[in-house]
């Protein structure tokens, strides 16, 4: 397993700052998973950051993408299952249908 180096304030301010300012259209959703040859969504079922329902609606748009909610898990507890992102992105992973999250 890879070891990383934790964000830095600096990055997870930057990604914060991403994530209220950035907005994209429906249209242009479709037009990126239609595009793009894998899309990965990654939701947390427990996470008060980004609530799960924000997936579930990326996947509406976004036929094509993956989408997984992962159980018992939210902003704060990724960590000890960060080594889990890597296999979920590669190939042969099982996207779970429907795009709804199993915890809820």
């Known amino acids: 397993m ?3 180096k934790p964000q830095t304030l600096m990055g ?3 990604q914060m700052a991403a994530t209220l300012t950035h ?3 429906p249209d242009r959703l479709a037009k990126i998973s239609a595009s ?3 899309v990965l969504i990654l939701s947390a079922a427990e996470d008060t ?3 799960h329902t924000e997936g579930e609606n990326l996947k509406r748009h976004m036929p094509e993408a ?7 898990t939210g902003a704060w507890c990724m ?3 960060q080594g889990a992102v890597q296999p979920a992105a590669g190939k042969g992973v099982r996207a779970r249908k429907g795009g709804s999250c ?3």
């Not at 993956?66 to 018992?72: G, I, P, S």
């Open 12 to 14: 997870a301010l930057g």
């Open 102 to 104: 199993p915890a809820c």
């Open 79 to 81: 960590r000890p299952i």
């Open 2 to 4: 890879a070891i990383t």
């Open 36 to 38: 793009v040859p894998k």
């Open 23 to 25: 907005s994209v259209t």
């Open 66 to 72: 993956e989408y997984q909610c992962w159980e018992k």
């Open 49 to 51: 950051l980004i609530p």
